[in-house]
Every structure is written in C-alpha cells, then in structure tokens.
C-alpha cells in the first residue's frame, strides 16, 4: 500500500509529487463520503487530535474540524487567546501538557515561521501546519491545487498566476510549491514592493501589469493584501490597489479566454476582487472551501496511517 514520504506535514516543501498525487486519490475517496447522507467514516475512531490556533482563522479551523470529526477522530480545540499562553507558558510546555493527555496528531497555526518544524522537532506527535505566519500553509495550496485539477482536469502544463501580496502570503509560497511540483507554469504579479527582491529564483515568472498577467494565465489566485502583517505602507491607497491589481468582471471579459478565478479567503469585496467576479460561474471559491474538508481529510488519514504501524 502507499503511503506518504513524511511523518508531519509541515510545508508542501516537504512533499514530493508522489505524495501529493497520494493526497489527490485519497481526497477523490473522501470526497464521494461528505456526500453521502451519512457524511462520516469511522476510520480514525482510535485517534486524538489537538487543533491549537495561536492566530485567528475562520475557515481553515473550520475545515479541520469538520475533516476530524467526519473521520470520527477525537478532537480538541485550543485558541491562543483564552490560554495560559497569556500566562507566560511556552510552546513546548502548552503542546506537551496537551500531549500528556494522551494526544496523537497536532494541527496548528501560529504566527512565527518555523513554528510548526521546531514543534516537530520537540514533541513526540504528528504535526500539520496549518499556516505559520508569512512561511507556508500546505493543506491550503493543497486544495487550490485539487481545485484547479478538477475544474480543469489536470495542474500539469496550466498557467498559473498568484496576484496580490506575495511578500507576506504563506498561500503565495505553498502554492509555488506545489504547482511547480505537478509542472503547472507560475506567475507572480503584483506591485514591485510586494513582490519578493529574489522570488524568481524559485522558478516563478514575474509581472507587474495585470492585464498581461491574465492575458498569460488560466487561473489567477487573487490574495487578500495581509495588513495585519505590515508595519510601513507598501502602496499609495487602497483605491490604487485596487485600479491596477484588482479584477473586475469588465478586466475578465476584455480577455479572450475565460479563465478560472481563485481566491483562499477571507475575501475584502471591491479589493482585490469585485462581488460580480467572486459570484460569477468563473470564480471556483466556494468549491476551495468544500474541496478543503476532503483533502484536510485525506492529509489527516494518510498521516494517521503512518503513526498506527
Ligand atoms: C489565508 C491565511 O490565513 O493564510 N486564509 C486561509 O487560510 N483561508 C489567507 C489570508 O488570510 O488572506
């Protein structure tokens, strides 16, 4: 039987194309279940999962959450804000006290890169970053990736370009990743100061004008602009953003093709998208959202598998 290449997944730079083709299958499985009546397995009845959440997520805790509990794993929920992480506790003594009560796997998001692989390195669970500050935040380029793959039949050869905030968007980075990884041709755009100094060194094509950027592509990733992360202004105001980096239904129709629109959420509406565009049939975003739950699920069982041998 396969299995995956990793004990944690702790970035899609971890991964190699087997691994992902492995998730995909797995995910195709699960898929088929959450749309049943019964929308539950009973696979990981045995196994305890902690998802710790030092930073606020909406749909990525969600998701995780309801994958879990579809799996009929135990599962417990921590949020930095109401714990004794306030009190002074570190990392390691918050995870291990949790793990003392007999924990199995560890989901986690966190603010400061790296968080996730010094967990793994410290504590006897296995671990799934769930995005670590600006790093990576591999179940997400996960799923865009399976999305793309199912409404255009395969990543492979496609065209794809990430827009926005590249400098501080850990989506940004796992999706280069992971898109190189199964041969799809990236692209970055976005205003120079957002983009990395050195970022096509990680073979990625580099552009600044939008209009070029989705005259190249078949999808374009719209990223949210991550203000909580910047401490000086990387653009004039967010109107300009918005003139030169944001898409809008009569950008999409001056192009010649029709091509497929993605957005990880949370979206600011009239931003980086407009609401004809996030509600148009070209727009997969809610389909991201349910393909989440499937392969969260699958990186859940694949690991899961490894620690019961
Ligand atoms: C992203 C995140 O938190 O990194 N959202 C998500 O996980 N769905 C992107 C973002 O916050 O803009």
Request: net charge neutral.
């Amino acid at each position: 039987m396969s299995e995956l290449s990793v004990n944690h997944l702790l970035g899609i730079k971890y991964l190699n194309k087997k691994d992902i083709e492995l998730i995909f299958e797995t995910a195709d499985h699960f898929k088929e279940v959450i749309n049943r009546p019964i929308k539950k397995v009973p696979s990981l009845r045995d196994i305890t999962i902690a998802n710790l959440f030092f930073e606020n997520s909406t749909r990525t805790k969600l998701s995780f959450e309801l994958a879990e509990k579809r799996l009929s794993a135990d599962v417990i929920n921590f949020s930095a804000s109401q714990s004794s992480v306030k009190k002074g506790e570190t990392l390691i003594d918050t995870v291990n006290n949790i793990l003392s009560m007999k924990v199995d796997m560890v989901v986690m998001r966190h603010p400061n890169p790296g968080a996730s692989v010094f967990l793994s390195q410290h504590v006897d669970a296995s671990i799934i970053n769930a995005g670590d500050g600006a790093h990576e935040h591999p179940t997400q380029a996960l799923l865009d990736s399976y999305s793309i793959r199912e409404r255009l039949g395969e990543v492979k050869g496609k065209n794809v370009v990430i827009v926005g905030d590249i400098l501080h968007s850990r989506v940004a980075l796992s999706n280069i990743y992971a898109l190189k990884l199964q041969g799809a041709n990236v692209m970055v755009c976005g205003p120079k100061t957002l983009l990395p100094k050195h970022i096509d060194k990680l073979g990625v094509k580099v552009e600044t004008n939008l209009q070029k950027a989705l005259n190249w592509c078949d999808v374009a990733n719209m990223l949210r602009v991550q203000n909580e992360r910047m401490d000086i202004s990387y653009f004039p105001s967010t109107r300009e953003y918005t003139q030169q980096f944001g898409v809008n239904k009569a950008l999409l129709d001056s192009l010649d093709k029709e091509i497929t629109i993605m957005h990880p959420g949370p979206i600011n509406r009239g931003v980086e998208i407009t609401s004809d565009v996030a509600d148009s049939k070209q727009a997969i975003i809610l389909d991201q959202v349910q393909n989440g739950v499937a392969v969260r699920m699958a990186v859940i069982y694949l690991l899961a598998s490894k620690i019961k041998q």
